[in-house]
Every structure is written in structure tokens, then in C-alpha cells.
């Protein structure tokens, strides 16, 4: 059974009109990087909850998530307007298999996020363990503008950490921004150019890829992996390609 605890909002972000990050102060149970729980808030009676991945790693206080707020939607326009002090209901216990442990060995990690959907990744690249099991990760955050690339505090401090071992690439879909591609994930699969920028070789052999947001990112995407021999990764079927859509 859902247990739900209180949870009280110690800061929100204001991002842009329509992204945000609520920081929470809640006794939740222990969780593993790239898991979710669920938020809620008694609307008109019901109490109307929705899964939101952790930004924040497990032993990070206070928790912190990372926001859309989706056209019409019902549960992200009323978490936009609560202020510092208020309270929210959090699921106590967290679920998920966005996770490293369901990660086979490999030399490289990729992980590819549309919008709020890098939000477990920097849970995961905020623990120790990516960066004593992998020997490149790449992290590409794909947001329309640049208003919406966010955290790249957290990108700067990881860039400095491991010099070596981690390369980031922005892509900024409605806006030419330097340095950045203007476009879309999939079609860098599918002609190369992501690997050719960041000079790491991208293959069935030496590859694990993490994709997360957008469910047409995360179909289309596959489907030029699988182009090029990559397998949906399953317990009993390993491969190469870990998903989780965001709706
Ligand atoms: C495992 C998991 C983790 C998630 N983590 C996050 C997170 O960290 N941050 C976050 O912002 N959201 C996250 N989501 C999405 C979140 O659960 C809600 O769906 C979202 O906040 C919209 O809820 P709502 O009540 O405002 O919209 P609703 O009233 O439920 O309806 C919104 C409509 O838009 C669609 N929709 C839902 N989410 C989006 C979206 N982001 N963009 C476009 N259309 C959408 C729905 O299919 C629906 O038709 C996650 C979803 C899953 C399944
Ligand atoms: N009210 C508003 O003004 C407003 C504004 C922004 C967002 N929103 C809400 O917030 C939600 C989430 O916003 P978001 O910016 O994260 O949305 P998003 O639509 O997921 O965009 C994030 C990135 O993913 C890309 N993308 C979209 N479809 C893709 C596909 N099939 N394959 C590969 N990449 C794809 C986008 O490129 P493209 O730019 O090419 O689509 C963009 O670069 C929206 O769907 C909407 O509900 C509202």
C-alpha cells in the first residue's frame, strides 16, 4: 500500500514560466540513484499523484526534483505554485529499474536525456559508482532553448571531477547556440555525428546507452540504434539499450 509522508517545500526555482525544481524536505526511505517516487497534492477533494524522478542523489538533502509544467496538466500547475513552507505529499518508498545495478558491464556509458528527463542522471553521476565502473560517460541534455539547459553548474563541477572520464553535449533544438547541435538525438545516432563530435567510439561492443524523457525521443532513438545492431537490454536477454519515458 502507498504509504504517503509529508513532505515541506524548502525552495522552488522559477527556471523559466514553465520549468522549474522544488527542493523537499521529507523523511522518505533509502533510495538508489535513478529510481522515482511519487508527488501529490489534494485537489478539489482528491489526491492527484504523479511519478517524478529524483535529481538528487540518495544521500543528497534536501530532495530535489526537476519540473515541466505540462500543457493543461493537472498535477505540475499546482506544484508550480507552491511557495517555501508549503507542504507535499511524497511517497515514502521508491521504485524503479533505471538503475545501475541493470546496467551489464561495458566500457562506455551513455546517457541520453530530452528536457526534465535528465533528472536521474545527475542522481546516478552525483554517486560514486558510474565512475568506478565505466571508463567514458557521455551525458547529452536535449532541450529546446537554451533558457531550458539547466544544471550546467552540476555539468561544470562533474567536467572538473573527471577531466577524463566525462564528456557532455548539449543539444538546443529551436535555437543556434555555439558549440551546441541544433537538432535531434535520433538523427545523430543515425548519422554519427554525436560520436564524431565527442570523438568516442559508439558501438554494440564497447557501448551501454540510458535514454530517459521524451517518448518519441526515446522510440526513435532505439529504433536508429537497433539500425546499427543495438538490442533493448533485458535481464534475460542482455543488450545495449536501457529506456524510461517520462509519459
Ligand atoms: C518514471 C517517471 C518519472 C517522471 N519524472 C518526471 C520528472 O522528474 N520531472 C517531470 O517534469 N516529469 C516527470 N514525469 C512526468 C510526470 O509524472 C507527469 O506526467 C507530468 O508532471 C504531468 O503531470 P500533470 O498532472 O501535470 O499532467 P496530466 O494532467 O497528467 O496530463 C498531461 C498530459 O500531457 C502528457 N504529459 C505528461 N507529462 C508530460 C511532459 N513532461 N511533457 C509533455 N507531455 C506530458 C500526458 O500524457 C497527459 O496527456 C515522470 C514520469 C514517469 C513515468
Ligand atoms: N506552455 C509552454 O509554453 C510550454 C513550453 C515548453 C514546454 N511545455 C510543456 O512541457 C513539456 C515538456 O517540454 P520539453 O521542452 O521537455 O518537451 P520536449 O518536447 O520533450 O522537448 C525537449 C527536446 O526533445 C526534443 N524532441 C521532441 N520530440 C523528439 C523526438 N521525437 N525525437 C527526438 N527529440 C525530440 C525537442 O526537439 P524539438 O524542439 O525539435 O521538438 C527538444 O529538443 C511539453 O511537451 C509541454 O507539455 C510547455
Known sequence: MTQWIEGTISEIIHWTGNLFTLKIDAEVDGFTAGQFTSL???????????????????????????????????LSNALVELNPGDSVWVKKQSTGFFVLDEIPECKNLWMLGTGTGVAPFFSILNTEEPWERFENIVLVHAVRTLADLRYQEIVRSLEQKHTDQ??????????????????????????????????????????????????????ESS???????????????????????FW
Open 40 to 74: 501529490a497534492l489534494d485537489i478539489n477533494g482528491e489526491r492527484i499523484a504523479r511519478p517524478y524522478s529524483y535529481l538528487s542523489a540518495p544521500n543528497q538533502r534536501p530532495l530535489e526534483f526537476f519540473f515541466y509544467t505540462a500543457t493543461n496538466g493537472l
Open 223 to 245: 529504433e536508429a540504434l537497433k539500425r546499427r545492431g543495438f538490442k533493448k537490454h533485458r535481464r534475460r536477454t542482455p543488450g545495449h539499450i536501457t529506456t524510461e519515458n
Open 166 to 219: 566525462f564528456l557532455f553535449q548539449a543539444f538546443i533544438s529551436r535555437e543556434e547556440i555555439p558549440d551546441t547541435f541544433n537538432g535531434r538525438i535520433p538523427a545523430s545516432l543515425e548519422d554519427r555525428t554525436l560520436e564524431k563530435k565527442l570523438g568516442l567510439d559508439l558501438q554494440p561492443d564497447n557501448s551501454h546507452l540510458m535514454l530517459c524523457g521524451n517518448p518519441s525521443m526515446v522510440k
